[in-house]
Nanobody, 117 residues
Framework: QVQLVESGGGLVQPGGSLRLSCAAS????????MAWHRQAPGKERELVAV???????NYAISVQGRFTISGDKDNNLVYLQMNMLKPEDTAVYYC???????????WGQGTQVTVSS
């Protein structure tokens, strides 16, 4: 069974940066879709960034110009570089991946990002 593990979250001041990482273990297949979601207190989970097999990306309007998603699809690694962080970016961030040969989306456990002075 494939498991996803996120890391890199923490406390940062407004205007600071963090780099989140997600690694998948137990998969014999390359990823075809990788994404980051986040969920803030009292809010529904939202899609933050997506990167597809062809390298195309999409971002939530709220993070455009500040966040960058990248990864190694063959090794099932995905990253989220977060710059110019704002208090409203505070949330639990979740990694998501889909692999060749399966229609099932896999989720990580989440990593907390807190932006505060």
């Amino acid at each position: 069974q494939v498991q996803l593990v996120e890391s890199g979250g923490g406390l940062v001041q407004p205007g600071g940066s963090l780099r989140l990482s997600c690694a998948a273990s137990g998969s014999r297949f390359s990823s075809i879709y990788m994404a980051w979601h986040r969920q803030a207190p009292g809010k529904e989970r939202e899609l933050v960034a997506v990167i597809r097999r062809d390298g195309s990306t999409n971002y939530a309007i709220s993070v455009q110009g500040r966040f960058t998603i990248s990864g190694d699809k063959d090794n099932n690694l995905v990253y989220l570089q977060m710059n110019m962080l704002k208090p409203e970016d505070t949330a639990v961030y979740y990694c998501q991946m889909q692999f060749l040969g399966t229609m099932t989306m896999k989720w990580g456990q989440g990593t907390q990002v807190t932006v505060s002075s």
